[in-house]
């Protein structure tokens, strides 16, 4: 199997879960690189953590060598063993899976502490100390890595049903990138374990350093331990005189930390101590929270030793601001711009007909349409019907499409899946016939069979549709039939207008991110596609999935009509939709509208959903840049 060639495009994303981990950032870094970013030959990167800002530069060849660094040793012998060992990595992790998996919730509970206490004694050798890092980063408690004074890891059970272990392909390519090398046949990745104060000896002017330290708490309860000692102010500290000395070496430094205004808008720590530089403040989800309905938008930091950007010239946008007054609102106000922005109606134009559906059908029936209209106003119906059938047997299969049927039956037959069943009722015996309307081509039909189809169009109507209704052609027919076949079926089902009116909306944003967008499914079906799903999950219907790599988003939306819904049943429900999500590493979003429903008698339900609820908008939030915003910052 040659992996470098199936991985060609592929989107490589980190292998463990980090406090502090930069894949929400992503964007934001890219924005912020040095205008000269091409020109610099080195990275450094003293406290790589999961590395998804190393691994995105070195996969898209940022750079000619990558120096990345840990002070966490066994994080940094993980990374070794990933790049000499995968095969063996590989193995052990597929064996802590199944053992896990086969196991009951309380042996998974056993089995966990077990490991953790065989990784804290360093009973192992390191290949399988690596595998217990995964596992224990994928089923401890909110998939966090911290330590105590004595460099324990001791973050408790997590009691996940379906963890998402490893993804082997990822390793993989990971384990390919790290094996790169230069002309001279060295690795291009140099891996070490040092305290970020001793890599000055590796910087020069033609390298960019990127700093993503233990960052200062932004909650109450936040830990501030990395690794054996406290990252406190003092390190802090200490990291900015690293950071001035390495921008006085001519280097390129860049450093991301959290924002203590968070909590405090007089606290003005980092605002006072890298007040030489340039700070920005940008919008992130964190990922690790010790509450986990408290998991929320936040400003972080970005500082750089420069002020010229790559992507300078990119000016705040309409989609900007909207997601500022999103993000830094408070959950009160939020209710107030949610229901002033309400909708009446949930109808949108394409409510009303959906002319993708006839046109679809004509596209795909266009030669045997033509071919029958020949039979339009025939004095000689059976004999020219029998003549055409006998030289083009595939006009047969376009029959189902003049008659009442819903799509799925469609598809059926005319995939050879079923067969048209009819009840004979002037029959004594054969009482049930059956109809086949997936001919080929080249299928010779006896004259039995083409006598058969021809005695079917008389019982069904459609020969009397070809000699006595139709005036013109067979096509326009089929469009009225069509359109009022789907704007019938919409009538009946009203309920899903909204969803009719969003879907353009997700499917130009899913477009726009090269997403895979999946409508009206259960999630049962992305286990197809390898994922790990829940059996209390499993048969739940989604309105909209968007999957990307190892990412997974469902988008549920409701209109309200009537005030006589229960606001506090329906945004309990989503919370408890939201945890299931959450234990399958599906990210949850809810779009609710209806003036009635939510106008201003519900504010204290809809307060409770802004923050218990990850991502809570209305329509016009959606349509207005909101939701794009969202699914960019997730995928």
Not at 175 to 199: H, P, Q
Not at 434 to 442: K, P, T
Request: charged fraction near 30%; aromatic fraction near 12%; proline fraction near 3%.
């Amino acid at each position: 199997m040659n992996l470098g060639v199936i991985m060609m495009n592929f989107n490589v994303k980190p292998f463990l879960k980090w406090a502090g981990g930069k894949s929400q950032l992503l964007h934001e870094i890219i924005q912020e690189l040095p205008i000269n970013i091409k020109q610099i030959k080195r990275y450094v990167e003293p406290f790589v953590g999961a590395g998804a800002v190393f691994i995105h530069f070195l996969e898209n060849n940022y750079f000619e060598e990558y120096i990345i660094n840990d002070i966490n040793y066994k994080l940094i012998n993980l990374y070794k063993v990933i790049r000499d060992r995968p095969d063996d990595l590989i193995e052990k992790l597929e064996k802590l899976k199944a053992q896990y998996l086969e196991s009951d919730s309380e042996e998974r509970e056993q089995l966990f502490y077990k490991i953790r206490t065989n990784f804290n004694n360093a009973e192992c050798d390191i290949i399988q100390s690596s595998a217990y890092f995964i596992f224990l980063n994928k089923t401890c408690f909110n998939g966090l890595y911290r330590e105590n004074s004595k460099g324990e890891f001791n973050v408790p059970f997590g009691k996940y049903k379906n963890p998402s272990f490893f993804d082997e392909l990822q390793l993989r390519e990971i384990s390919r990138l790290l094996n790169l090398k230069n002309e001279n046949g060295e690795f291009k990745v140099k891996i070490l374990n040092k305290s970020f104060d001793e890599l000055e000896e590796y910087v020069d002017i033609n390298t960019f350093v990127y700093c993503d330290p233990p960052y200062r708490p932004v909650t109450l309860g936040g830990f501030t331990s990395y690794n054996k000692s406290n990252f406190n102010d003092k390190e802090q500290i200490l990291l900015r005189d690293f950071f001035e000395t390495l921008h006085k070496k001519g280097a390129k430094v860049m450093l991301s930390n959290s924002d203590p205004k968070n909590l405090d808008e007089k606290d003005n720590f980092f605002d006072d101590l890298y007040s030489k530089f340039n700070i920005k403040r940008v919008y992130a989800k964190r990922a690790i929270n010790s509450a986990g309905d408290k998991r929320g938008k936040i400003t972080e930091l970005l500082i750089t030793s420069y002020k010229e950007q790559a992507n300078s010239e990119a000016a705040t946008t309409k989609i900007d601001e909207c997601i500022k007054e999103y993000l830094r609102t408070e959950s009160s106000d939020l209710v107030k711009i949610f229901t002033k922005s309400l909708l009446e109606t949930n109808r949108g134009f394409n409510f009303y007909v959906n002319w993708q559906r006839p046109a679809t059908i004509v596209s795909q029936y266009n030669i045997e349409l033509n071919t029958l209209n020949a039979l339009v106003k025939n004095k000689n119906y059976d004999d020219d019907f029998k003549k055409i059938v006998k030289r083009f047997p595939t006009v047969i299969n376009v029959l189902p499409a003049l008659f009442a049927l819903s799509k799925d039956e469609r598809e059926n037959l005319r995939k050879g899946k079923d067969v048209l069943k009819v009840v004979n009722i002037d029959a004594l015996e054969d009482d049930l016939l059956e109809y086949r309307f997936n001919i080929g081509e080249e299928e010779n039909l006896t004259e039995e069979e083409i006598e058969k189809y021809l005695d079917f169009t008389k019982k069904i109507g459609l020969k009397y549709l070809f000699t006595d209704l139709l005036e013109k052609h067979l096509i326009d027919y089929l469009i009225g039939c069509e359109v009022g076949l789907d704007s019938n079926g919409r009538k009946n089902r009203g309920g899903l207008a909204f969803e009719l009116a969003l879907e353009p909306i997700i499917y130009n944003i899913a477009k726009k991110y090269n997403i895979k967008m999946l409508t009206q499914k259960q999630f049962k079906v992305l286990r197809k596609m390898g994922f790990e799903i829940s059996e209390d999950i499993a048969n739940r219907k989604a309105d909209f999935i968007l999957i990307k790599d190892n990412k997974i988003m469902n988008i549920e939306a409701n209109f309200y009509g009537g005030s006589g819904s229960k606001p506090e049943e329906i945004i309990d429900s989503y919370i408890n939709r939201q945890e299931d999500l959450r234990n399958n590493n599906i990210e949850f979003a809810l779009i609710t509208d209806g003036k009635k429903c939510w106008g201003n008698d519900h504010k204290p339900q809809l307060l409770k959903g802004f923050r218990h609820l990850n991502y809570l908008l209305n329509f016009n939030m959606s349509k207005n840049g909101m939701l794009e915003e969202i699914i960019n910052n997730i995928f």
